[in-house]
């Protein structure tokens, strides 16, 4: 069992920062895949991001260039920096874990709210 509490949400200005963090509890955090959400209100939750048990990372391609996931096994925690923030990123981001050799994320943070205004 893993359990993921998101911060660092918040209200912020077009071109502004902000970086969220995800912590894990359990002992094998360091196998686990993990992944950045977002949903938009009146959208389909989509996949901003992934970072693998050894590193490798996936980005969508709205947000290439601006948004940067990492993780530090000895935390147990995740990060996602956002950069150049845009209306269009306004949503709840959430952070989920896929354990090694499964296809799904099998456990979800409660989400924090990122809200971007022009």
């Known amino acids: 069992q893993v359990q993921l509490v998101e911060s660092g949400g918040g209200l912020v200005q077009a071109g502004d920062s902000l970086r969220l963090s995800c912590a894990a509890s359990?002992?094998?955090?360091?196998?686990?895949?993990m992944g950045w959400f977002r949903q938009a209100p009146g959208k389909e939750r989509e996949l901003v991001a992934h970072?693998?048990?050894?590193?490798?990372?996936y980005y969508v391609d709205s947000i290439k260039g601006r948004f940067t996931i990492s993780r530090d096994n000895a935390k147990n925690t995740v990060y996602l920096q956002l950069n150049s923030l845009q209306p269009d990123d306004t949503a709840i981001y959430y952070c989920?874990?896929?354990?090694?050799?499964?296809?799904?994320?099998?456990?979800w943070g409660q989400g924090t709210q990122v809200t971007v205004s022009s």
């Open positions: 970072i693998s048990n050894v590193g490798i990372t």
């Open positions: 989920a874990a896929r354990g090694p050799g499964k296809t799904r994320y099998d456990y």
């Open positions: 359990g002992r094998t955090f360091s196998s686990y895949n």
